[in-house]
């Protein structure tokens, strides 16, 4: 079966540390761009970063720059997401998502079920 | 950072209607934008590309048209399986997604 699924969500105080994992199955996982975006009550979904089908290519959003570090490993088909200094507004359920390979598309045809992650005190 | 702004925010519609949901983006977006649909508790899924190509395996009622800075979603004939929120999103200039459009049940 084609699917993603994300692991390592939880509770963190802010200040803190969470790797996220997504593990890819059903699909050469090698051939595709992959992306983080998460999703939070008040402001609906917003992509957080990309990387390339080697992990060359790597790009973040502004909010998060900095601070979070998006990694994969093709022989574990698996993608992560290395969140540090972790701020209130960083709460959301977080998903990795499948690039299309629709030739010049950049959008998600293939999204994991999500990994929640609530940065409180 | 280009903004997208979907109306309306709600919808209320019945089995068998024609409805429309409208994405508006700040500037040019070209024919980079997609649709999406989302369940509760569920991931979204992809529609629509490329303003108007229909995903695989997306039923043939889900349309999509539109350029610049104005697009829209249409189904022909709304189902049971498609009250849901919708989501627009651009991808001329790096990634930014409508509000939301909330299909309900009249």
């Known amino acids: 079966e084609v699917q993603l699924v994300e692991s390592g969500g939880g509770l963190v105080q802010p200040g803190g540390s969470l790797r996220l994992s997504c593990a890819a199955s059903g699909f050469t996982f090698s051939s595709y761009w992959m992306h983080w975006v998460r999703q939070d009550p008040g402001k609906g979904l917003l992509w957080v970063s990309r990387i390339n089908t080697d992990g060359s290519d790597i790009t973040y959003a502004d909010s998060v720059k900095g601070r979070f570090t998006i990694s994969r490993d093709n022989a574990k088909n698996t993608l992560y997401l290395q969140m540090n200094s972790l701020r209130a507004e960083d709460t959301a359920v977080y998903y990795c998502a499948r690039n299309t390979a629709a030739a010049g598309n950049w959008c998600f045809d293939l999204w994991g079920r999500g990994t929640l992650v609530t940065v409180s005190s | 950072d280009i903004q997208m702004t979907q109306s309306p925010s709600t919808l209320s519609a019945s089995i068998g209607d024609r409805v429309t949901i409208t994405c508006r983006a700040s500037q040019s977006v070209s024919g980079w934008l997609a649709w999406y649909q989302q369940k509760p508790g569920k991931a979204p899924k992809l529609l629509i590309y490329k303003a108007s190509a229909l995903e695989s395996g997306v039923p043939s009622r889900f349309s999509g048209s539109g350029s610049g800075t104005e697009f829209t979603l249409t189904i022909s004939s709304l189902q049971p399986d498609d009250f849901a929120t919708y989501y627009c999103?651009?991808?001329?200039?790096?990634?930014?997604f409508g509000q939301g459009t909330r299909l309900e049940i009249k």
């Open positions: 999103q651009q991808y001329n200039s790096w990634f930014s």
